[in-house]
Every structure is written in structure tokens, then in C-alpha cells.
């Protein structure tokens, strides 16, 4: 079983979460192309911001590949006509994926070198 996920995968998944895609639909290249637009910008935000780093989008790791899509898929939804109370929902679980990283992020060991100080 792979540990990670492919950009196909996160292209399927975000149109999953913004209700464009049902389960067994196949992606409809016009599709495809939007949200593939998108990936680029959105990693390269998400990491200039310290929320995650995603260095190959052609290997994303599971523990954060469901929270990137719904980052990815609050980005994309107006370009698929999502509006109203549904924009406001996508936008909420994308802020609460958000957090989740955040999280994810400082609860992580840093591996880095203490040094102490002995009197």
C-alpha cells in the first residue's frame, strides 16, 4: 500500500470536496486542467506561509493530503460556480484544515540538538 498520493489524486479528491465530483465519476478534462492550475500556486503558498510543505506534488504524503485538498478546493470553488452558503462551508473546512496542519506542524519533534548550559 503507498504512503503517498499523486497530483491526480489531489485533483480528484478537491473536486470531491467541492461537490463537483460524485464517487465513481470520472474527472472531466476542463476540470482537470482548472484545478491543476491551481496546485502549483496554493503548495507554494502554503509553504511560503509555514503551514506545510509539499516538495512533490507527484508524491504528497497521506497525513496531509486530505487537508491540502480542502485548502485547494477553497481556491478553485468559484471557479466552479460554487457561491453562497456553499462557498461559506468550503471556506470554513478549508480554514479548519488549515489549523489542522498548523497543528500538525508544531506538534512534531524537530530533531534539533539541545544544548544545555551546567553550572
Known sequence: MSHEKTRADLIRQTLIEIEV??????????DFETV??????????????EIVTVSDPEAI????FIPVSKILGREVAPSFGVTGAELRDVVAVADMAEKQLKRMKSTRATSETVSVDHF
Request: net charge negative; no cysteine.
Open 21 to 30: 465530483l460524485g464517487a465513481g465519476q470520472s474527472v472531466e478534462v476542463e
Open 61 to 64: 504524503e497521506l497525513s496531509v
Open 36 to 49: 491543476d492550475s491551481f496546485i502549483d500556486p496554493v503548495l507554494e503558498t502554503l509553504a511560503a506561509m
